[in-house]
């Protein structure tokens, strides 16, 4: 079993700033890549930014030059920095992994979501 555990989300006015957090744990022998996704109202679910092992990095167009991923590979946990935020960056946002965990093979495992609202 792999958990993902996030947090961070919460309610901010337009120019703010939240850091999201997701840990990991669990069978986890490995992990090649973690990233946020978001889904926001009516939308589908989106590609926020992700980050290899080796600490590449990609990000949507949309948040370039404000949000910045991180990672301790040691505590299995990706961190997102979101700055300068925008009414548009309001969604529900999912924490993602693509592991190798004690059943012998990659999968990819998704946290339960958390919600930023951008609003004044």
């Known amino acids: 079993q792999v958990q993902l555990v996030e947090s961070g989300g919460g309610l901010v006015q337009p120019g703010g700033s939240l850091r999201l957090s997701c840990a990991a744990s669990g069978s986890i022998l490995s992990i090649v890549a973690m990233g946020w996704y978001r889904q926001g109202p009516g939308k589908q679910r989106e590609l926020v930014a992700t980050?290899?092992?080796?600490?590449?990095?990609e990000y949507a167009n949309s948040v370039k030059g404000r949000f910045t991923i991180s990672r301790d590979n040691a505590m299995n946990t990706v961190n997102l920095q979101m700055n300068n935020l925008k009414p548009e960056d309001t969604a529900v946002y999912y924490c993602?992994?693509?592991?190798?965990?004690?059943?012998?093979?990659?999968?990819?495992?998704w946290g339960q979501g958390t919600q930023v609202t951008v609003s004044s």
């Open positions: 980050i290899t092992s080796g600490h590449s990095t």
């Open positions: 993602n992994i693509r592991a190798y965990t004690a059943r012998g093979k990659w999968d990819d495992y």
